[in-house]
T-cell receptor
């Protein structure tokens, strides 16, 4: 009964490929997020998605796109992968009436 | 100047000591403050959250916020080796805002 889950846990792929990471939350939250943790362990927001509103961090390349089939899922699609995309990607969720966010276990992406 | 400053450490203390972890921030819009614990190769785990200046206590943990000084702290009493981890402060202005994180402090509790 994991609150926020991500698949896959590890993803190794070659430059130029397109890949997706899935996120699901069973907390009944209405807002979901994607964060990137780089090699120096710094966590940075990429996207937040609340019902119909998508907020994008302006530094995120447009090769990255979040897709939400329903309130419990927010998947991350990455096109034309680059070496610099190698990082750990975390999904999180919150309820808009509260501010605390709960994180998933992360997906370690390695681009070769 | 970074929005959130946090000393990366490492901070090494003996078991049983009181640990003090701190962050400063520059953005006055930040109203909500969180502390996360992250073990190696795991996701951040929410420890404490607060939105008001003052202290909030939960077991061995106390979160302190001083909005006038833009300074937040986390105190850990009776520290245990299992508390060894990276501690991340995080904050936002509310709503669906993403969190702005500090770089994290690597804490080591020596048995």
């Amino acid at each position: 009964d994991t609150a926020v889950s991500q698949t896959p846990k590890y993803l190794v792929t070659q430059m130029g490929n397109d890949k997706s990471i899935k996120c699901e939350q069973n907390l009944g939250h209405d807002t979901m997020y994607w964060y990137k943790q780089d090699s120096k362990k710094f966590l940075k927001i990429m996207f937040s998605y609340n019902n119909k509103e998508l907020i994008i961090n302006e530094t995120v390349p447009n090769r990255f796109s979040p897709k939400s089939p329903d309130k419990a899922h927010l998947n991350l699609h990455i096109n034309s992968l680059e070496l610099g995309d190698s990082a750990v990607y975390f999904c999180a969720s919150s309820q808009s009436s509260h501010f605390e966010q709960y994180f998933g276990p992360g997906t370690r992406l390695t681009v070769t | 100047q970074k929005e959130v400053e946090q000393d990366p450490g490492p901070l090494s203390v003996p078991e049983g000591a009181i640990v003090s972890l701190n962050c400063t921030y520059s953005n006055s819009a930040f109203q909500y403050f969180m502390w996360y614990r992250q073990y190696s190769r795991k996701g951040p785990e929410l420890l404490m959250y607060t939105y008001s200046s003052g202290n909030k206590e939960d077991g061995r943990f106390t979160a302190q916020v001083d909005k006038s000084s833009k300074y937040i702290s986390l105190f850990i009493r009776d520290s245990q080796p299992s508390d060894s981890a990276t501690y991340l402060c995080a904050m936002n202005a509310g709503g669906a805002d993403g969190l702005t994180f500090g770089k994290g402090t690597h804490l080591i509790i020596q048995p």
